[in-house]
Each structure stands twice: as structure tokens, then as C-alpha cells.
């Protein structure tokens, strides 16, 4: 079992930054494909990026590339998004998930453990 908590969501302003972080607990992660995702009220949940957790490979949701990155700290067991030059449609419940599944999947259904999810609000 693994056990993800999300944290570092608020209410921001457009083009703020913030960085989301996501605690993983309860065995090791070692060659585990760790993504984030998002969901707006009303629409699906959409994949945003993920990481090897060994080999430090990412890959990302075209349209978020050029402002969010993935990254993480194997020391903490903690998987980031930092997300720049925010939009008010970037809101959204932020989930981190962990899969054993590869290469980083981009399908909700290929991953195994959720977090809660973490709330994220851009004001315009």
C-alpha cells in the first residue's frame, strides 16, 4: 500500500505562483510512475504530469509544459508540481497518484494509489 497526502493548494492570483507537494508513505517507490492530475468542477479529471521516481524521466500534458514542472525528492519521499504564470482555468482539485504501471501513464485508470487532492484557486 502507499499512502499519498497533497498539500500546498490556496487561492492565488493570475500569474502567481505555487508549488504542490505530495507526501508518500508506506513502501518503497522505487521504479514507481508518480503523476499528478486535476479536476474542474463539472469536467473529467486530466492528466498534468508525471515522474519516474528513479530514474527522475517526466513527461507532461502539452498544454501545461511550458509552465508546470515535476519534480522529486527521494530523500523526503515527496513528489512537487511547481506551477507558474497561474490562469484561472488552471483551477482545479489537484490529485497526486502513484502507479507501478509504465512509461508514466497518462490514464486515471492506470493508477493505483490517489491522494485526497488538494484545492487550487486562481482569481483573475
Known amino acids: 500500500q502507499v499512502q499519498l497526502v497533497e498539500s500546498g493548494g490556496g487561492l492565488v492570483q493570475t500569474g502567481d505562483s505555487l508549488r504542490l507537494s505530495c507526501a508518500a508513505s508506506?513502501?518503497?517507490?522505487?521504479?514507481?510512475?508518480m503523476g499528478w492530475f486535476r479536476q474542474a468542477p463539472g469536467k473529467e479529471r486530466e492528466f498534468v504530469a508525471a515522474?519516474?521516481?528513479?530514474?527522475?524521466?517526466?513527461r507532461y500534458a502539452d498544454s501545461m509544459k511550458d509552465r508546470f514542472t515535476i519534480s522529486r525528492d527521494n530523500a523526503k519521499n515527496t513528489v512537487y508540481l511547481q506551477m507558474n504564470s497561474l490562469k484561472p482555468e488552471d483551477t482545479a482539485v489537484y490529485y497526486c497518484?502513484?502507479?507501478?504501471?509504465?512509461?508514466?501513464?497518462?490514464?486515471?485508470?492506470?493508477?493505483?494509489?490517489w491522494g485526497q487532492g488538494t484545492q487550487v484557486t486562481v482569481s483573475s
Open positions: 508506506g513502501r518503497t517507490l522505487n521504479n514507481f510512475a
Open positions: 515522474i519516474n521516481w528513479s530514474r527522475g524521466s517526466s
Open positions: 497518484a502513484a502507479t507501478y504501471r509504465q512509461p508514466l501513464p497518462v490514464l486515471t485508470t492506470l493508477y493505483v494509489y
